[in-house]
């Protein structure tokens, strides 16, 4: 276990942004979390990064960052419905997806092909393609820096919402996630309400559904649509879609007839933020090396050199004139360190 000081966070991050790190500790057991807390020597401010794919570092991390690196997965439970596995959190969170597919356990295919590590995945209830990982989480277990001890919070106590639970809110930079307890289904129950998953099911030609086509036609949208990290710096969605009141959305409909929504409940819907940021002019903007990507405008890009700041000051403009345009604030789904 080595600690390394004044460390370039560029390699961790799927911005690209060259931020050193005060402290740097990379982890890969969870047996170390108690003498890490009990260590007097180390900064009392810790924080965690996984694949660093939903930071925006804007300046020097200050404190200990501890990079979560703790592998392994055990199968726990078993009934003739279910099986439960509790996967150690630094597990990258699409080989879990391929783990799980290969052995038939099905819950989490929509989710295939999002960046980053096991841990994060409840941090902000990560979704995609009509499916949330709350679905399958049974509970998480995390160190509490401050209680000096691992507490199990069931699914209930996360408070799961949109893109958002309690490790965001409360608990954000308290506690380090090592494992989360799924529970997975033996026989699936596809989710393919996504117009867009049916019409790349038929375009594969694709006669049988199951939870491996179900992955592979996610896997060929998102590889069509998103840039990839490994090429041009991004944090995937920079900002949430809006839920807004169903009344708001009649008034706004009124004026402008195009845009679109999805019902969340009888009072509220969604509102696609790529939408509004395209139709305020931004797709494809490119100012120095910070940018709109030009197939998606909820994704926000460091095409090499850019730097945090200007990142977050795009974001800031982009925020200003969708609430000029339409009254709807955005909010951001990155965390800006
Ligand atoms: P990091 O970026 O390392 O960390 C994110 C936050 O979680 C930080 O605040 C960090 O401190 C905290 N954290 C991380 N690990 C732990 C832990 N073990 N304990 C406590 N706190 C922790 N997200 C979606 O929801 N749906 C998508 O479809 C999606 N698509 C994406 C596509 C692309 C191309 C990219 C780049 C990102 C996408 N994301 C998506 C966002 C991102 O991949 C997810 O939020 C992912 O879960 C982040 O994981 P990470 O390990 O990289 O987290
Ligand atoms: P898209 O299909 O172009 O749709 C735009 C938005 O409309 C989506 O964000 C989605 O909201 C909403 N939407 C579309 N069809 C819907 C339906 N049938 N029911 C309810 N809502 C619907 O979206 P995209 O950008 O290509 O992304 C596809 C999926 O991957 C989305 O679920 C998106 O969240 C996820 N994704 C997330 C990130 C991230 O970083 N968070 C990055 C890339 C992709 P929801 O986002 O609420 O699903």
């Known amino acids: 276990m080595k600690v390394h000081q004044h460390i370039s966070l560029k390699p961790y991050n799927t911005f690209g942004m060259d931020v050193p790190a005060e ?36 300046k020097p991390v200050s404190g200990l960052i501890l990079l979560n690196r703790i592998k392994g997965i055990e199968k726990t439970k078993e009934d003739d419905a279910h099986v439960w596995l509790r996967v150690q959190a630094g597990e990258v969170w699409h080989e879990l997806v391929m783990y799980a597919i290969a052995h038939g356990w099905a819950g989490i295919e ?8 096991v841990g994060a995945a409840p941090m902000q209830n990560i979704g995609a393609y009509g499916v949330e990982v709350k679905q399958t989480i049974e509970h998480v277990t995390a ?15 996360c ?33 393919t309400s996504y117009g867009a998953i049916e019409q790349e099911l038929q375009k594969m030609g694709v006669a049988d559904l199951s939870i491996k086509a179900i992955a592979d036609a996610v896997i060929a949208i998102r590889s069509s649509k998103l840039p990839d990290p490994k090429k041009i710096g991004n944090a995937g969605s920079f900002f949430k879609n809006p839920t ?18 999805y019902a969340v409940d009888a009072q509220h819907v969604k509102i696609p933020a790529g939408w509004l940021i395209e139709q305020c002019g931004w797709k494809g903007f490119r ?28 974001s800031t403009e ?7 345009r339409y009254g709807i604030i955005l909010e951001r789904e990155v965390q800006v360190w």
């Open 23 to 58: 402290y740097f500790l990379e982890l890969d057991n969870e047996s170390l979390l108690p003498g890490i807390s009990a260590d007097i020597l180390l900064p009392k401010e810790k924080k965690v990064l996984g694949g660093g794919s939903n930071v925006l570092l804007t």
């Open 110 to 117: 929509n989710l295939a092909l999002i960046p980053g590590t």
């Open 143 to 157: 160190w509490h820096w401050e209680e000096e001890e691992f507490i199990t919070y069931s699914n209930e106590e």
């Open 159 to 191: 408070r799961f919402g949109y893109r958002d639970s309690i490790f965001k809110q409360e608990l954000k930079n308290k506690v380090f996630i090592n494992a989360v307890t799924f529970r997975l289904n033996k026989k699936p129950d596809f989710n």
């Open 244 to 261: 807004i009141l169903f009344s708001q959305y009649q008034s706004l409909q009124a004026v402008h007839p195009a845009m679109p929504s």
């Open 287 to 314: 100012r120095g090396d910070a940018g709109v990507h030009e197939k998606q405008a909820l994704v926000l890009v460091n095409y090499e050199h850019s730097n945090g700041i200007e990142i977050w000051e795009l």
């Open 318 to 324: 982009i925020i200003a004139s969708v609430e000029e």
